[in-house]
């Protein structure tokens, strides 16, 4: 018998939470442009948000890791390595956003 945090770890629905991150982070890629693209937004919504892109980036990074761990399908395991560089990628332009607001 495995101990509880294993089992629980084994029967976890990978695939599903997979792609629920997948909708949320192709909502995110339409969402974060147009956010900062927005004249007023503020320097601290700005680093809110690339607080929580960061967040995202790393709770996918750990969903990539169990996947793997699992023995998912390399197939699956690529959709998890883009969705990390796509929230990476988020990020990055957020940073970006911020430097210029610093001037």
Not at 39 to 66: C, G, H, N, W, Y
Not at 70 to 83: N, P, T, Y
Request: hydrophobic share 45%.
């Amino acid at each position: 018998m495995l101990p509880v945090k294993e089992e629980i770890c084994r029967l976890t629905d990978w695939i599903e939470i997979l792609k629920q991150q997948t909708a949320t982070g192709d909502q995110m890629g339409r969402e974060v442009p147009q956010m900062l693209a927005n004249p007023d937004i503020t320097e601290a919504q700005v680093k809110t948000l690339f607080s929580a892109l960061e967040k995202q980036a790393e709770f996918v990074e750990k969903l990539r890791m169990a996947l793997e761990k699992f023995g998912h399908d390399f197939s699956v395991i690529k959709a998890a390595e883009r969705l990390e560089e796509r929230y990476a990628d988020l990020a990055a332009s957020v940073a970006e956003k911020l430097k210029a607001m610093r001037g």
